[in-house]
């Protein structure tokens, strides 16, 4: 499916009138999946290890996005009014089939590649450097954090300290102590940004249903509320080591989101989403805080790490569940290599074996 693509980056690139064709992002993107190498790979990088000009340049990216309009049809979509939007609003309507599920690895990995494709061809953003990731061990959410302290290069910091602060409930029986923010991010280039998506409770995860009025825009700030207590007790090395001894998919799955909560902890994807609190924590809309590709750049950076670390026994093609949240019996298949998932007007849909291998088919990446 992605020749497809290719052949119409290309003839958008002729009917442009670009005469240079090699040096067009959408010509060296097609170029560099033919042969991709570790040497011409693009290259997704730690935040701390990027250089100032190119976290300003992913700032500007994502302002970017911002900036052009929704690729959905006009009103359709009301809280959809930009590029950026529409990764929030795809995310929202497939929620209940992309998590806790055997599409979400796949899932987040090509959206991720949307993303950064979008960021290379519409906004300027360098073609040989990728998303960029969050690694929770080195990057703690403390108001010193090189992601997260509020400065100009930064995804700006936390939110201003709430004066009631209330336990966060996650489900009917399980809360989890307050953060230490809550209210609008005020300091950094994502200040007072406006979210229009949500807020979606908890509570309607185990219903299984999207509220009907999910497109609805609700306009106010962008909020966060760090949490240090999720922090430390549940994104750190122990499990980051437990997680890479993994010797199934299906174990690596649960600990990075579990279905029982509680039992094995909170997982590292849920605990880096709780972790940032606000919209980044709503398990519907948390696309809304662009921090949101640096956390799951960092999932997929995982995931990678635990497919090439044992390739010969099938981790690059292992999948587990199906294609509804909590994977109940008889809802939908067992996905499998062909299993479709789709993008909406993101993007065209793809097999789950096309998702699989970052050096390979539609992807030329690799994390540094
Ligand atoms: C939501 O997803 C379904 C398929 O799962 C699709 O038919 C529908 O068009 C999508 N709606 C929007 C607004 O994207
Ligand atoms: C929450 O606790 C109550 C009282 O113990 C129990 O009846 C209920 O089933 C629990 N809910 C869930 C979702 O486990
Ligand atoms: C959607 O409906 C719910 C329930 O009626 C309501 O609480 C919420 O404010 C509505 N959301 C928007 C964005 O209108
Ligand atoms: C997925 O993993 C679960 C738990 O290990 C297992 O019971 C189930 O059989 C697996 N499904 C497939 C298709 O392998
Ligand atoms: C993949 O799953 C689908 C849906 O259950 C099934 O029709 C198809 O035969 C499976 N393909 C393979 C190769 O197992
Ligand atoms: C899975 O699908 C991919 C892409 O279509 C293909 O390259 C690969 O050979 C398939 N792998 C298996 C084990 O079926
Ligand atoms: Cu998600």
Known sequence: MHIASITVGLLGVLAAGVSSIPTSPAAGIATRQATCTTDNAIVRKEWTAMTRAERLAYISGIKCLQSLPSRF?????????????????????????????????????????????????????????????????????????????????????????????????????VSIPHGTGGLCVTKGPFANMEIRFGPFSPLLIPGGVIPANWTASNPRCLTRDFNPYISTTHLNVAFVTLLQASLTIADFQDRLTPTALGVT???????????????????????????????????????????????????????NGTSTTNSPVGVTPEVNNSTVITFGPLGESISLGEAADPMAGRYCYRYE
């Not at 080195?138 to 209330?166: E, H, M, R, W």
Request: with cysteine; aromatic share 12%; glycine share 8%.
């Open 73 to 173: 049809p006009a009103g359709l979509i009301p809280a959809a009014i930009n590029n950026y939007d529409d990764f929030t609003a795809v995310h929202i309507n497939q929620s209940f089939s992309i998590h806790i599920s055997g599409t979400f690895l796949s899932w987040h990995r090509e959206m991720l590649h949307i993303l950064e494709g979008e960021l290379h061809s519409k906004c300027n953003y360098p073609v040989q450097l990728g998303i960029p990731y969050w690694n929770w061990l080195k990057d703690p959410l403390l108001d010193v954090s090189p992601i997260f302290s509020g400065a100009d290069d930064t995804l700006g910091s936390n939110g201003d300290p709430d004066p009631n602060p209330q336990p966060i409930q996650l489900t009917e029986n």
């Open 265 to 319: 902890g909170l997982g590292l994807h849920r605990a880096g989403h709780l972790a940032l609190g606000g919209p980044a924590s709503d398990f519907f809309a948390s696309p809304q805080d662009p921090s949101f590709f640096l956390h799951h750049s960092q999932v997929d950076r995982m995931w990678t790490i635990w497919q090439d670390s044992d390739i010969t026994s099938g981790r690059r093609y292992a999948y």
